[in-house]
């Protein structure tokens, strides 16, 4: 095998150890950002559940004789 053949499988073998190396900390950064998003996510449904159940309780039943405009 030529030097110069050798030489650029190892420049080619480095540039792919590179560019693993870029999309593994790609993916890691966007592993950890994806769970960031679904616990903040799980507190955004916790508080609705909780604001929907508040909701429900403190409703009234609709009347419309109740809910008559003024003018009548």
Do not use: C, V
């Amino acid at each position: 095998m030529s030097d110069e053949r050798l030489e650029r499988l190892e420049l080619r073998l480095a540039w792919l150890e590179s560019a693993n190396q870029e999309m593994s900390d790609e993916l890691y950064r966007q592993q950890r950002e994806i769970e960031t998003l679904r616990q903040r996510l799980g507190k955004l449904q916790d508080r609705l559940e909780s604001a929907l159940a508040e909701a429900a309780e403190d409703a009234t039943p609709f009347d419309p004789l109740a809910e008559r405009p003024p003018h009548y």
